[in-house]
Protein backbone atom coordinates (compact mmCIF):
# COMPACT_ATOMS: atom_id res chain seq x y z
CA UNK A 1 0.00 0.00 0.00
CA UNK A 2 2.65 2.50 1.02
CA UNK A 3 4.19 1.80 -2.79
CA UNK A 4 0.46 2.37 -4.41
CA UNK A 5 0.40 6.18 -1.95
CA UNK A 6 4.15 6.93 -2.88
CA UNK A 7 3.35 6.44 -6.53
CA UNK A 8 0.02 7.55 -6.70
CA UNK A 9 -0.61 10.10 -4.22
CA UNK A 10 -2.49 10.18 -1.29
CA UNK A 11 -6.43 9.68 -1.84
CA UNK A 12 -7.27 13.46 -1.68
CA UNK A 13 -3.96 14.76 -3.10
CA UNK A 14 -3.28 16.73 -6.10
CA UNK A 15 -1.16 14.31 -7.99
CA UNK A 16 -3.92 11.46 -7.96
CA UNK A 17 -6.30 13.76 -8.96
CA UNK A 18 -4.05 14.55 -12.13
CA UNK A 19 -2.87 11.42 -12.21
CA UNK A 20 -6.93 10.30 -12.61
CA UNK A 21 -8.20 13.12 -14.38
CA UNK A 22 -5.37 12.44 -17.07
CA UNK A 23 -6.10 8.71 -17.40
CA UNK A 24 -9.26 9.46 -17.70
CA UNK A 25 -8.31 11.72 -20.70
CA UNK A 26 -6.31 9.27 -22.26
CA UNK A 27 -8.49 6.73 -21.87
CA UNK A 28 -11.69 8.82 -23.30
CA UNK A 29 -9.44 9.50 -26.54
CA UNK A 30 -8.13 5.08 -26.79
CA UNK A 31 -12.24 4.82 -26.29
CA UNK A 32 -12.67 6.96 -28.90
CA UNK A 33 -10.33 5.83 -31.30
CA UNK A 34 -11.90 2.73 -31.18
CA UNK A 35 -14.85 3.73 -31.84
CA UNK A 36 -13.60 4.98 -34.96
CA UNK A 37 -11.75 2.05 -35.56
CA UNK A 38 -14.71 -0.21 -35.18
CA UNK A 39 -16.32 2.03 -37.29
CA UNK A 40 -14.29 2.12 -39.40
CA UNK A 41 -13.32 -1.92 -39.85
CA UNK A 42 -17.41 -2.04 -40.73
CA UNK A 43 -17.54 0.21 -43.21
CA UNK A 44 -14.09 -1.40 -44.95
CA UNK A 45 -15.60 -5.05 -44.11
CA UNK A 46 -17.02 -5.20 -47.49
CA UNK A 47 -14.48 -3.72 -49.30
CA UNK A 48 -11.77 -6.17 -47.67
CA UNK A 49 -14.51 -9.28 -48.30
CA UNK A 50 -14.69 -8.24 -52.01
CA UNK A 51 -11.00 -8.38 -51.84
CA UNK A 52 -10.48 -11.56 -50.16
CA UNK A 53 -13.16 -13.38 -52.70
CA UNK A 54 -10.96 -11.70 -55.68
CA UNK A 55 -8.09 -13.41 -54.40
CA UNK A 56 -9.42 -16.64 -53.92
CA UNK A 57 -10.68 -16.35 -57.61
CA UNK A 58 -7.61 -15.41 -58.85
CA UNK A 59 -6.00 -18.39 -56.88
CA UNK A 60 -8.12 -21.07 -58.18
CA UNK A 61 -8.02 -19.48 -62.07
CA UNK A 62 -3.88 -20.43 -61.06
CA UNK A 63 -5.16 -23.76 -60.41
CA UNK A 64 -6.92 -24.42 -63.66
CA UNK A 65 -5.05 -26.85 -66.87
CA UNK A 66 -6.67 -27.95 -69.82
CA UNK A 67 -4.93 -30.11 -70.82
CA UNK A 68 -5.73 -32.40 -67.60
CA UNK A 69 -8.77 -34.17 -66.43
CA UNK A 70 -11.32 -31.70 -65.06
CA UNK A 71 -8.89 -29.29 -65.77
CA UNK A 72 -6.70 -30.05 -63.27
CA UNK A 73 -10.07 -29.44 -60.52
CA UNK A 74 -11.17 -31.89 -57.98
CA UNK A 75 -14.90 -31.54 -58.06
CA UNK A 76 -15.63 -33.59 -55.34
CA UNK A 77 -13.50 -30.93 -52.74
CA UNK A 78 -15.10 -29.76 -50.28
CA UNK A 79 -14.56 -26.33 -50.89
CA UNK A 80 -15.96 -27.33 -54.25
CA UNK A 81 -19.05 -29.96 -52.97
CA UNK A 82 -19.40 -28.72 -49.59
CA UNK A 83 -20.50 -25.75 -47.36
CA UNK A 84 -18.10 -25.68 -44.77
CA UNK A 85 -16.02 -22.70 -44.34
CA UNK A 86 -16.53 -18.90 -45.19
CA UNK A 87 -16.66 -18.78 -49.46
CA UNK A 88 -18.13 -21.45 -51.89
CA UNK A 89 -16.43 -22.09 -54.98
CA UNK A 90 -17.86 -22.65 -58.80
CA UNK A 91 -16.07 -22.86 -62.50
CA UNK A 92 -17.85 -22.62 -65.07
CA UNK A 93 -16.22 -22.74 -68.83
CA UNK A 94 -17.05 -20.46 -71.75
CA UNK A 95 -20.42 -21.54 -72.51
CA UNK A 96 -21.56 -21.58 -68.54
CA UNK A 97 -21.62 -24.85 -68.02
CA UNK A 98 -20.59 -25.68 -64.70
CA UNK A 99 -17.12 -27.82 -64.19
CA UNK A 100 -16.76 -27.70 -60.13
CA UNK A 101 -18.89 -26.27 -57.56
CA UNK A 102 -22.64 -26.03 -57.29
CA UNK A 103 -23.69 -22.36 -58.06
CA UNK A 104 -25.55 -23.55 -61.03
CA UNK A 105 -28.64 -21.98 -61.46
CA UNK A 106 -29.78 -20.78 -64.93
CA UNK A 107 -30.17 -17.20 -62.92
CA UNK A 108 -26.31 -17.55 -61.99
CA UNK A 109 -25.05 -18.93 -65.84
CA UNK A 110 -26.95 -15.91 -67.43
CA UNK A 111 -25.07 -13.72 -65.27
CA UNK A 112 -21.54 -15.27 -64.75
CA UNK A 113 -21.70 -15.12 -69.16
CA UNK A 114 -21.70 -11.13 -69.11
CA UNK A 115 -18.13 -11.37 -67.31
CA UNK A 116 -15.91 -9.28 -69.70
CA UNK A 117 -11.74 -11.07 -69.17
CA UNK A 118 -9.77 -10.08 -66.47
CA UNK A 119 -12.47 -7.49 -65.24
CA UNK A 120 -13.45 -8.41 -61.78
CA UNK A 121 -17.45 -8.30 -61.14
CA UNK A 122 -19.70 -8.42 -57.99
CA UNK A 123 -22.12 -10.99 -58.86
CA UNK A 124 -25.88 -10.29 -56.87
CA UNK A 125 -26.56 -13.04 -54.60
CA UNK A 126 -29.68 -13.81 -52.29
CA UNK A 127 -29.73 -11.98 -49.02
CA UNK A 128 -26.50 -10.47 -47.40
CA UNK A 129 -24.48 -13.20 -49.36
CA UNK A 130 -21.41 -11.54 -51.57
CA UNK A 131 -20.03 -13.34 -54.70
CA UNK A 132 -17.22 -11.85 -57.14
CA UNK A 133 -17.04 -13.13 -60.47
CA UNK A 134 -13.56 -13.16 -62.99
CA UNK A 135 -13.12 -14.63 -66.11
CA UNK A 136 -9.60 -15.49 -67.77
CA UNK A 137 -8.58 -17.15 -71.30
CA UNK A 138 -6.22 -20.14 -70.74
CA UNK A 139 -4.94 -21.87 -73.60
CA UNK A 140 -7.57 -20.13 -75.74
CA UNK A 141 -10.19 -21.21 -73.76
CA UNK A 142 -12.20 -19.33 -71.49
CA UNK A 143 -12.74 -20.09 -67.77
CA UNK A 144 -15.44 -18.16 -65.33
CA UNK A 145 -14.21 -18.59 -61.37
CA UNK A 146 -17.14 -17.35 -58.62
CA UNK A 147 -16.37 -17.28 -55.35
CA UNK A 148 -19.33 -16.81 -53.23
CA UNK A 149 -19.67 -16.06 -49.25
CA UNK A 150 -21.55 -19.26 -47.41
CA UNK A 151 -22.74 -18.73 -44.58
CA UNK A 152 -24.24 -15.48 -45.13
CA UNK A 153 -22.32 -12.58 -43.03
CA UNK A 154 -23.79 -11.66 -39.79
CA UNK A 155 -23.45 -9.22 -37.14
CA UNK A 156 -22.23 -11.98 -35.02
CA UNK A 157 -19.63 -13.28 -37.42
CA UNK A 158 -18.41 -9.56 -38.41
CA UNK A 159 -18.16 -9.55 -34.48
CA UNK A 160 -15.66 -12.63 -34.39
CA UNK A 161 -14.05 -10.96 -37.26
CA UNK A 162 -13.11 -7.82 -35.12
CA UNK A 163 -12.58 -10.01 -32.10
CA UNK A 164 -10.46 -12.27 -33.94
CA UNK A 165 -8.44 -8.91 -34.96
CA UNK A 166 -8.15 -7.09 -31.27
CA UNK A 167 -7.13 -10.33 -30.17
CA UNK A 168 -3.86 -10.22 -32.45
CA UNK A 169 -3.28 -7.17 -31.11
CA UNK A 170 -4.01 -7.55 -27.23
CA UNK A 171 -0.74 -7.47 -26.13
CA UNK A 172 -0.82 -3.95 -28.06
CA UNK A 173 -3.69 -2.98 -26.42
CA UNK A 174 -2.14 -4.04 -22.83
CA UNK A 175 1.35 -2.33 -23.91
CA UNK A 176 -0.67 0.60 -24.65
CA UNK A 177 -2.58 0.97 -20.98
CA UNK A 178 0.73 0.85 -19.38
CA UNK A 179 1.76 3.05 -21.45
CA UNK A 180 -1.19 5.43 -20.67
CA UNK A 181 -0.58 4.80 -16.84
CA UNK A 182 3.08 5.67 -17.24
CA UNK A 183 2.74 8.35 -19.36
CA UNK A 184 -0.17 10.12 -16.71
CA UNK A 185 2.45 9.54 -13.71
CA UNK A 186 5.03 11.12 -15.00
CA UNK A 187 3.29 14.15 -16.18
CA UNK A 188 1.77 14.27 -13.30
CA UNK A 189 5.33 14.21 -11.72
CA UNK A 190 6.29 16.79 -13.93
CA UNK A 191 3.88 19.02 -13.56
CA UNK A 192 4.08 19.18 -9.88
CA UNK A 193 8.01 19.83 -10.03
CA UNK A 194 7.54 23.30 -9.92
CA UNK A 195 5.76 23.33 -6.49
CA UNK A 196 8.37 21.48 -4.76
CA UNK A 197 10.81 24.58 -4.18
CA UNK A 198 7.33 26.57 -2.98
CA UNK A 199 6.54 23.92 -0.51
CA UNK A 200 10.48 24.83 0.81
CA UNK A 201 10.01 28.29 0.77
CA UNK A 202 6.35 27.86 2.81
CA UNK A 203 8.52 25.73 5.81
CA UNK A 204 10.47 28.75 6.02
CA UNK A 205 8.11 31.04 6.99
CA UNK A 206 7.02 31.97 10.59
CA UNK A 207 7.47 33.52 13.90
CA UNK A 208 11.18 33.73 13.18
CA UNK A 209 11.30 34.79 9.25
CA UNK A 210 8.24 36.46 8.68
CA UNK A 211 9.70 39.05 5.83
CA UNK A 212 10.22 35.78 3.73
CA UNK A 213 7.95 35.48 0.89
CA UNK A 214 6.94 32.35 -1.73
CA UNK A 215 8.53 33.44 -5.23
CA UNK A 216 7.02 33.33 -8.62
CA UNK A 217 9.83 32.36 -10.68
CA UNK A 218 9.11 29.57 -12.46
CA UNK A 219 5.44 28.89 -11.12
CA UNK A 220 2.92 27.95 -13.50
CA UNK A 221 0.69 30.80 -14.83
CA UNK A 222 -2.23 28.64 -13.59
CA UNK A 223 -0.23 28.71 -9.76
CA UNK A 224 0.72 32.29 -10.21
CA UNK A 225 -2.75 33.92 -8.43
CA UNK A 226 -2.60 31.41 -5.65
CA UNK A 227 0.86 32.10 -5.06
CA UNK A 228 0.17 36.37 -5.17
CA UNK A 229 -3.04 36.16 -3.04
CA UNK A 230 -1.13 33.73 -0.28
CA UNK A 231 2.15 36.51 -0.24
CA UNK A 232 -0.64 39.20 0.77
CA UNK A 233 -1.70 36.99 3.20
CA UNK A 234 1.63 36.57 4.74
CA UNK A 235 1.94 40.05 4.49
CA UNK A 236 -1.00 41.16 6.22
CA UNK A 237 -0.53 38.54 8.70
CA UNK A 238 2.94 40.06 9.51
CA UNK A 239 1.56 43.66 9.98
CA UNK A 240 -0.44 42.64 12.44
CA UNK A 241 2.08 40.78 14.00
CA UNK A 242 4.45 43.14 14.58
CA UNK A 243 1.94 45.51 15.63
CA UNK A 244 1.25 42.90 18.50
CA UNK A 245 4.70 42.81 19.78
CA UNK A 246 5.02 46.61 19.42
CA UNK A 247 1.99 46.96 21.26
CA UNK A 248 3.25 44.62 24.22
CA UNK A 249 6.98 46.20 24.06
CA UNK A 250 5.37 49.75 23.55
CA UNK A 251 2.85 48.87 26.98
CA UNK A 252 6.11 47.13 28.84
CA UNK A 253 8.23 49.90 28.37
CA UNK A 254 5.93 52.95 28.57
CA UNK A 255 4.95 51.47 32.31
CA UNK A 256 8.00 50.56 33.99
CA UNK A 257 8.68 54.61 33.96
CA UNK A 258 5.93 55.40 36.64
CA UNK A 259 6.81 51.68 38.09
CA UNK A 260 10.00 53.83 38.56
CA UNK A 261 8.72 57.22 40.40
CA UNK A 262 6.49 54.22 42.21
CA UNK A 263 9.18 52.71 43.66
CA UNK A 264 10.79 55.99 44.77
CA UNK A 265 7.27 57.26 46.38
CA UNK A 266 7.35 53.86 48.30
CA UNK A 267 9.93 55.23 50.54
CA UNK A 268 7.94 57.48 51.89
CA UNK A 269 5.48 55.60 53.42
CA UNK A 270 6.53 55.50 57.02
CA UNK A 271 4.57 51.96 57.73
CA UNK A 272 6.83 49.66 57.55
CA UNK A 273 5.12 47.08 57.01
CA UNK A 274 2.97 48.53 55.03
CA UNK A 275 6.18 49.99 52.44
CA UNK A 276 7.46 46.44 52.55
CA UNK A 277 3.87 45.01 51.20
CA UNK A 278 3.84 47.50 48.59
CA UNK A 279 7.31 47.18 47.39
CA UNK A 280 7.14 43.86 47.04
CA UNK A 281 3.83 44.29 44.79
CA UNK A 282 5.79 46.53 42.74
CA UNK A 283 9.06 44.17 42.74
CA UNK A 284 6.03 41.66 41.06
CA UNK A 285 4.93 43.75 38.60
CA UNK A 286 7.99 45.59 37.62
CA UNK A 287 8.72 41.91 37.34
CA UNK A 288 6.10 40.82 34.86
CA UNK A 289 6.80 43.99 32.85
CA UNK A 290 10.36 42.61 32.22
CA UNK A 291 8.96 39.10 31.35
CA UNK A 292 6.48 41.02 29.20
CA UNK A 293 9.58 42.94 26.97
CA UNK A 294 11.54 39.23 26.92
CA UNK A 295 8.75 37.51 25.98
CA UNK A 296 8.13 40.33 23.09
CA UNK A 297 11.85 39.66 22.21
CA UNK A 298 11.67 35.99 22.29
CA UNK A 299 8.61 36.15 19.48
CA UNK A 300 10.66 38.52 17.33
CA UNK A 301 14.00 36.04 17.19
CA UNK A 302 15.57 36.15 13.76
CA UNK A 303 17.66 33.08 12.73
CA UNK A 304 20.51 36.00 11.65
CA UNK A 305 21.07 36.60 15.53
CA UNK A 306 22.34 33.09 16.23
CA UNK A 307 25.86 32.15 17.11
CA UNK A 308 28.12 29.13 19.04
CA UNK A 309 26.75 29.69 22.83
CA UNK A 310 28.48 27.91 25.60
CA UNK A 311 26.35 26.80 27.80
CA UNK A 312 28.63 26.26 30.72
CA UNK A 313 29.50 29.72 30.65
CA UNK A 314 25.67 30.71 30.43
CA UNK A 315 24.76 28.26 32.97
CA UNK A 316 27.74 29.77 35.82
CA UNK A 317 26.66 33.44 34.90
CA UNK A 318 23.37 32.86 35.61
CA UNK A 319 23.90 31.68 38.35
CA UNK A 320 26.37 34.19 39.40
CA UNK A 321 23.29 36.77 38.45
CA UNK A 322 20.42 34.94 40.63
CA UNK A 323 22.39 33.82 43.51
CA UNK A 324 22.14 37.04 45.62
CA UNK A 325 18.81 36.75 45.59
CA UNK A 326 18.56 32.89 46.61
CA UNK A 327 20.59 33.59 49.54
CA UNK A 328 18.38 36.46 50.44
CA UNK A 329 15.28 33.82 50.79
CA UNK A 330 17.71 31.19 52.42
CA UNK A 331 18.35 29.48 49.25
CA UNK A 332 21.32 28.29 47.04
CA UNK A 333 22.37 27.31 43.40
CA UNK A 334 25.08 24.92 41.69
CA UNK A 335 26.08 24.10 38.58
CA UNK A 336 26.64 20.67 37.32
CA UNK A 337 26.99 18.23 34.72
CA UNK A 338 29.36 19.03 31.41
CA UNK A 339 32.35 21.14 31.54
CA UNK A 340 31.90 21.13 27.69
CA UNK A 341 28.56 22.27 26.03
CA UNK A 342 27.74 24.36 23.09
CA UNK A 343 24.15 25.58 21.04
CA UNK A 344 23.78 27.46 18.19
CA UNK A 345 21.53 30.20 19.47
CA UNK A 346 20.52 33.68 20.54
CA UNK A 347 22.90 33.59 23.76
CA UNK A 348 20.41 36.38 25.18
CA UNK A 349 17.49 34.93 24.71
CA UNK A 350 18.11 31.73 26.31
CA UNK A 351 19.86 33.67 28.97
CA UNK A 352 16.47 34.82 29.63
CA UNK A 353 14.69 31.30 29.69
CA UNK A 354 17.25 30.03 31.40
CA UNK A 355 17.07 32.43 34.13
CA UNK A 356 13.27 32.35 33.92
CA UNK A 357 13.53 28.67 34.29
CA UNK A 358 15.57 29.31 37.78
CA UNK A 359 13.39 32.14 38.81
CA UNK A 360 10.52 29.66 38.85
CA UNK A 361 12.48 26.96 40.63
CA UNK A 362 13.01 29.19 43.00
CA UNK A 363 10.21 30.64 43.85
CA UNK A 364 8.78 27.21 44.41
CA UNK A 365 11.59 25.48 46.25
CA UNK A 366 11.68 25.07 49.91
CA UNK A 367 13.63 27.26 52.22
CA UNK A 368 17.14 25.79 52.86
CA UNK A 369 16.90 23.92 49.62
CA UNK A 370 19.47 23.90 46.58
CA UNK A 371 18.47 24.70 43.17
CA UNK A 372 20.50 22.82 39.69
CA UNK A 373 21.82 23.96 36.89
CA UNK A 374 22.69 20.97 35.22
CA UNK A 375 24.68 21.30 31.79
CA UNK A 376 24.16 18.37 29.38
CA UNK A 377 26.97 17.12 26.98
CA UNK A 378 24.87 15.35 24.51
CA UNK A 379 22.47 16.62 23.23
CA UNK A 380 23.50 19.90 24.67
CA UNK A 381 21.05 21.50 26.73
CA UNK A 382 20.67 22.55 30.49
CA UNK A 383 18.15 21.13 33.01
CA UNK A 384 17.19 22.49 35.97
CA UNK A 385 16.66 20.93 39.25
CA UNK A 386 14.42 22.18 42.56
CA UNK A 387 13.16 20.40 45.69
CA UNK A 388 9.37 21.48 45.93
CA UNK A 389 6.27 19.99 45.73
CA UNK A 390 6.18 18.88 41.77
CA UNK A 391 4.04 19.53 39.14
CA UNK A 392 0.71 17.39 38.77
CA UNK A 393 0.14 15.42 35.53
CA UNK A 394 -2.55 17.42 34.56
CA UNK A 395 -0.57 20.89 35.41
CA UNK A 396 1.99 20.13 32.73
CA UNK A 397 -0.57 20.05 29.91
CA UNK A 398 -1.05 23.87 30.75
CA UNK A 399 2.05 25.07 32.50
CA UNK A 400 3.75 26.93 29.17
CA UNK A 401 0.66 28.61 28.17
CA UNK A 402 0.69 32.42 28.75
CA UNK A 403 -0.43 33.55 31.82
CA UNK A 404 -1.08 29.73 33.29
CA UNK A 405 0.23 30.21 37.07
CA UNK A 406 1.19 26.66 38.79
CA UNK A 407 -0.37 26.62 42.43
CA UNK A 408 1.73 27.04 45.22
CA UNK A 409 2.04 25.26 48.69
CA UNK A 410 -0.55 27.71 50.20
CA UNK A 411 -3.42 27.95 46.98
CA UNK A 412 -1.94 30.95 45.16
CA UNK A 413 0.60 31.69 42.30
CA UNK A 414 3.14 33.94 43.63
CA UNK A 415 4.09 34.28 39.65
CA UNK A 416 3.20 35.99 36.29
CA UNK A 417 2.13 33.20 34.02
CA UNK A 418 4.49 34.66 31.90
CA UNK A 419 7.95 33.63 32.71
CA UNK A 420 7.49 30.52 31.64
CA UNK A 421 5.69 31.32 28.43
CA UNK A 422 8.63 33.06 27.25
CA UNK A 423 11.13 29.79 27.96
CA UNK A 424 8.66 27.71 25.47
CA UNK A 425 8.76 30.94 22.68
CA UNK A 426 12.78 30.58 23.07
CA UNK A 427 13.04 27.36 22.79
CA UNK A 428 10.38 27.24 19.28
CA UNK A 429 12.41 29.57 17.97
CA UNK A 430 15.62 27.59 18.12
CA UNK A 431 13.73 24.06 17.52
CA UNK A 432 14.44 23.07 21.30
CA UNK A 433 12.72 21.27 23.27
CA UNK A 434 11.47 21.16 26.60
CA UNK A 435 11.12 18.58 28.91
CA UNK A 436 9.19 18.50 32.57
CA UNK A 437 9.99 15.57 34.87
CA UNK A 438 9.15 14.55 38.50
CA UNK A 439 12.93 14.92 40.47
CA UNK A 440 13.89 11.56 41.76
CA UNK A 441 13.53 12.19 45.68
CA UNK A 442 10.89 14.76 45.15
CA UNK A 443 11.13 18.01 43.21
CA UNK A 444 10.39 18.82 39.75
CA UNK A 445 13.25 18.73 36.80
CA UNK A 446 12.70 20.90 33.40
CA UNK A 447 15.05 20.32 30.64
CA UNK A 448 15.87 22.36 27.95
CA UNK A 449 17.65 20.12 25.11
CA UNK A 450 19.02 21.92 22.14
CA UNK A 451 19.00 20.26 18.15
CA UNK A 452 21.87 18.54 17.14
CA UNK A 453 23.39 19.51 14.06
Request: proline share 3%; net charge neutral; charged share 25%.
Amino acid sequence: MKYFIALFGERSSLRRSLIINITAALSLCIALASVVLIYEFYEHLEENIEEALYQEAKEIIGQIDPDQDTYGLNPTAIRFSGIEGLYRYTVFDGTGKPIAGNETSPQMQSQVLKLEIGKRTEIPLLGERMGIGLRAKIDNQDFIVLVSTYPKATERTNFQKLAYEVEEQIIWVALGVLVVLAAAVLATRRSLISLRPIQKQAQLIGPTATIKRLSLKRVPSEIAPLITAVNGAFDRLEKGYQAQRDFSSNVAHEVRTPLAVLRSSIEMIEDTEVKDTVREDVLRLDRMFEQMIDLSRADALGKSAHVQVDLKRLAVDVAMDMSAGALKDKKSLAVTGADQSFATGNIGLIQIAVKNLVRNALIYSPVGTEVEIEVLGNPSGIRILDRGEGIKEEQKLHLFERFHRGAAANGNAPGSGIGLAIVKSVADAHAAQINIHDRQGGGSLFELIFPTK
